[in-house]
T-cell receptor
Framework: GNSVTQMEGPVTLSEEAFLTINCTYT??????LFWYVQYPGEGLQLLLK?????DKGSNKGFEATYRKETTSFHLEKGSVQVSDSAVYFC?????????????FGPGTRLSVLP | DSGVTQTPKHLITATGQRVTLRCSPR?????VYWYQQSLDQGLQFLIQ???????AKGNILERFSAQQFPDLHSELNLSSLELGDSALYFC????????????FGPGTRLTVL
């Protein structure tokens, strides 16, 4: 079936450090891939997405590249800030006959220390 | 603010009871999704509606049901509640049933005692 695996957290970094959160997926067909972010006490927000192989999604200094050969969509940021502290979810989307379905990874909690 | 509203924000109830969670999608969005977020199982897709019709089903228990009304708001009904149903319940909406971008509400935190 379709599934998403993320690196386990929590991840604790100092401000301005480099961030990588690994995400790999298993899917039939060609899903779209997403990163969502959940700040404390809030719902999920779309951070970035990629809809086909070799696409790079980017937003707010975050980047992720859809790698079909390694079935990965790792999230990176060159210099994290305290305000980036949140839970990050990798997700894939695949259409069904009548609707659609999203599968989310377990989430990775990031804490950035000043 | 995503434009998706959910009520109530918090709900505390007892085992065996029944509750209803409400969601209003973004203006213009026809599709509504429900998710359960618990500590041990992460974020689980429950069900999707589009313009009043069920479109996709995920890991939704038989004790749970949902519907989408003509004004497009949606309700998630949880019955015979168990301690393990304590979780955050999120609603999300999108323009159509096939678009791959959805917008999440702030969630309803359900506590079953």
């Amino acid at each position: 079936g379709n599934s998403v695996t993320q690196m386990e957290g929590p991840v604790t970094l100092s401000e301005e450090a480099f961030l990588t959160i690994n995400c790999t997926y298993t899917a039939t067909g060609y899903p779209s891939l997403f990163w969502y972010v959940q700040y404390p006490g809030e719902g999920l927000q779309l951070l970035l997405k990629a809809t086909k192989a070799d696409d790079k999604g980017s937003n707010k200094g975050f980047e992720a590249t859809y790698r079909k050969e390694t079935t990965s969509f790792h999230l990176e940021k060159g210099s994290v800030q305290v305000s980036d502290s949140a839970v990050y979810f990798c997700a894939l989307f695949f259409p069904t006959n009548y609707g659609q379905n999203f599968v989310f990874g377990p989430g990775t909690r990031l804490s950035v220390l000043p | 603010d995503s434009g998706v509203t959910q009520t109530p924000k918090h709900l505390i109830t007892a085992t065996g009871q029944r509750v209803t969670l409400r969601c209003s999608p973004r203006s213009g969005d026809l599709s509504v999704y429900w998710y359960q977020q618990s500590l041990d199982q992460g974020l689980q897709f429950l069900i999707q509606y589009y313009n009043g019709e069920e479109r996709a089903k995920g890991n939704i228990l038989e004790r749970f049901s949902a519907q989408q009304f003509p004004d497009l708001h949606s309700e998630l009904n949880l019955s015979s509640l168990e301690l393990g149903d304590s979780a955050l319940y999120f609603c999300a909406s999108s323009v159509s049933f096939s678009t791959n971008e959805q917008f999440f509400g702030p969630g309803t935190r359900l506590t079953v005692l």
